[in-house]
């Protein structure tokens, strides 16, 4: 059965700084893995797209890498800004189902 | 923990019939429900916004009358796609929060694959 998960669930970083949130999952048969963003009183906004035979993508000061074989993606976000507070969601595709992490709420302190 | 229940999980229908996709909150009433929907190897796209008792908030491009929502009680949001043709097969998912805030967890169903033959 696939699980993802996500570590941190929060995290609280002063702005500038560059940080990373992680996403495992266990099982690496996966079609693509995405990164969404959720803003308060929002719906999801999608960030970075990765398909299984990708290994990074860039958005800006966005950076995805996926690592299949260990079952890890990370998001990777530069420079951070206030505006980057938010609730990042990590999910992988597999068969017909979308499996989500349960997110890591980002605080970026001005 | 909260539990979003999405049905059906993967349906085939023929091209001019309606297909209804059912959200519901199993555990927990759901003031604000999300739809979403993913063609193949594309990002998963808002398609609208709808709140209990209220008509839905539909993002720019997608026809209002052509996927009809309907959140008549807390716990059930449904999505009919109207006249169906093969360009609307994709997947579709619902998501659903108790509040309308940023503490307020979003929890998500397992998707419908839509196939119009």
């Known amino acids: 059965k696939q699980e993802v998960t996500q570590i941190p669930a929060a995290l609280s970083v002063p702005e500038g700084e560059n940080l990373v949130l992680n996403c495992s999952f266990t099982d690496s048969a996966i079609y693509n893995l995405q990164w969404f963003r959720q803003d308060p009183g929002k719906g999801l906004t999608s960030l970075l797209l990765i398909q299984s035979s990708q290994r990074e993508q860039t958005s800006g000061r966005l950076n995805a890498s996926l690592d299949k074989s260990s079952g890890r993606s990370t998001l990777y976000i530069a420079a951070s800004q206030p505006g980057d507070s938010a609730t990042y969601l990590c999910a992988v595709i597999i068969d017909y189902q979308l499996i989500w992490g349960a997110g890591t709420k980002l605080i970026i302190k001005p | 923990g909260a539990v979003v229940s999405q049905h059906p999980s993967w349906v085939i229908c023929k091209s001019g019939t309606s297909v209804k996709i059912e959200c519901r909150s199993l555990d927990f009433q759901a003031t604000t429900m999300f739809w979403y929907r993913q063609f193949p190897k594309q990002s998963l796209m808002l398609m609208a916004t709808?709140?209990?008792?209220?008509?839905?908030?539909?993002e720019q491009g997608v026809e209002k009358d052509k996927f009809l929502i309907n959140h008549a009680s807390l716990t059930l949001s449904t999505l009919t796609v109207t006249s169906a043709h093969p360009e609307d097969s994709s997947f579709y998912i619902c998501s659903a929060s108790e509040q309308f805030s940023y503490n307020s967890p979003l929890h998500f169903g397992n998707g419908t694959r839509l196939t119009v033959t």
């Open positions: 709808s709140n209990e008792g209220s008509k839905a908030t539909y």
